[in-house]
């Protein structure tokens, strides 16, 4: 069928068959479907939407767009695992989840992706570290997964082709938003990842992609039913981005938390969606019996030091120092540390956590478009979180920045970020909802 057919065909609201999707992602790599024939479909869908037999032909088309990664023949001792967020401020929880799963004896081939707009990327975190390979090979990433246990790294141009240049088409056709296009974009780069479970974490909240609790709802049921259906068993956790997930925000600063986090200093609420994301995706693989036997394990390979050993060994293997635990003070530093004390003694009452996150990327940590540099020193430290007791002497964070100019605008946005009450909020708890992926 011809592409503009296929295109006539969803505008007017008919569900495509898989045959269809098929042809159309198909064209992608040959050439036949044009740019302006791949806009015209994003968003055609973007306006009649795609039912779950649609979602889960485009999700397995997008993958064979490109390499399948086989792991049976690698001889490992455990089951692929893999966890994807949603993005949000704060969130490094894929720089400690992968190695904490390595040591409870999973392997987990993570492939992550950069920030823009106020979110963060855990690929520019990692950027931070000095030697650390984000984008090697797929024989390098098969080695580096078989002998840390995890490897953290970028799209590479082998898997999920389709996925890429349908995205860059969709960030210029304000189509990013659709859920069926989200779900396959996530879902095929996963699938093509050889994965045997996955836990998604959607955000929700003022720092979240999808800020309402109805939006994060039908993502993560749209990407746990459609990786089901694909045969990728998934659990989604619905989880708040009401405030900073860390008590940093920036690259370099938070792959140091991720180091602190490691070895022993942990923030609560980091800690908490951190364990129930890893209970989930170990009992799902059947590693543990049960969700609390999971987070007993993850807690053990806290304590035994294992994980932190397992980050260290992943790090060396993409190229980082060989003793990155110990060598993490040499990560880049700002030259200006300043204290953002609040503009009156209190209790934090409320926080704007995207605008936390445009404080980054105003002090030159994040990106407004895909082109721009970061600088990976700059960010926010010790901030504080929803309930926090603040004051001339307990500051709303610690502010790390190149220039006066940028730091004295990016003061001025955090303390407008935050609202100062006399007494603390009622907290809400970090994991919102869980949804079990079923088949359709």
């Known amino acids: 069928m011809l592409p503009q057919e296929i295109i006539r065909a969803k505008r007017d609201g008919r569900a495509l068959t898989g045959e269809e999707i098929a042809e159309f992602i198909s064209g992608f790599s040959s050439g036949a479907v044009g740019e302006g024939q791949i806009a015209a479909f994003a968003m055609a869908v973007f306006f009649r939407g795609m039912n779950i037999d649609e979602r889960v032909h485009l999700t397995r088309a997008m993958m064979r767009s490109g390499e399948v990664l086989d792991w049976s023949g690698a001889n490992l001792a455990g089951p692929i695992l893999d966890k994807h967020s949603t993005g949000g401020i704060g969130d490094n929880v894929s720089l400690m989840l992968a190695p904490m799963l390595a040591a409870c004896g999973a392997f987990v081939p993570m492939i992550s992706g950069r920030g823009l707009g106020h979110t963060g990327g855990t690929l520019d975190k990692l950027d931070s570290i000095p030697g650390y390979v984000t984008q090697p090979d797929i024989a390098r990433f098969r080695a580096v997964v078989a002998e840390a246990g995890c490897a953290i790294i970028g799209q590479t141009a082998e898997l999920a082709p389709a996925d890429k240049r349908l995205y860059a088409i969709r960030d210029v056709t304000a189509t990013v938003e659709s859920i069926a296009l989200i779900t396959a974009s996530i879902l095929s780069k996963k699938l093509a990842a050889g994965l045997q479970g996955l836990v998604m974490d959607v955000k929700t909240g003022s720092g979240a992609f999808m800020p309402t609790l109805a939006g994060a709802r039908e993502l993560a049921e749209s990407i746990a039913r459609v990786a089901t259906a694909a045969g990728l068993p998934t659990i989604a956790l ?143 430290t010790r901030l504080a979180g929803l309930g926090a007791e603040v004051s001339a002497d307990a500051p709303l964070a610690l502010l790390h920045a190149r220039d006066e100019g940028r730091a004295d605008a990016a003061m001025a946005r955090l303390r407008a970020a935050y609202r100062i009450g006399d007494a603390p909020p009622a907290l809400s708890p970090p994991v919102v909802a869980r949804i079990v992926g079923t088949e359709t």
Do not use: C, W
């Open 238 to 380: 619905i989880t708040d981005m009401n405030q900073p997930l860390a008590s940093a925000a920036g690259n370099a600063v938070e792959v140091q938390n991720a180091v602190d986090y490691l070895s022993g200093t942990r923030d609560s609420r980091l800690h908490a969606v951190t364990l129930s994301l890893g209970a989930e995706l170990l009992a799902l693989s059947g590693l543990e019996p049960d969700v609390a036997a999971g987070r007993a394990a993850l807690e053990r390979s806290l304590s035994s030091g294992v994980a932190a050993e397992r980050f260290e060994r992943m790090v060396a293997a993409l190229g980082g120092p060989k003793d990155f635990l110990r060598q993490a003070r040499a990560l880049p530093a700002a030259p200006i540390v300043r204290p953002v004390l609040p503009q009156r003694a209190g209790f934090v009452e409320a926080i704007d956590a995207r605008a936390v996150g445009l404080v980054v990327v105003e002090l030159g940590g994040g990106r407004a478009r895909a082109s721009d540099a970061i600088d990976p020193a700059v960010g926010l």
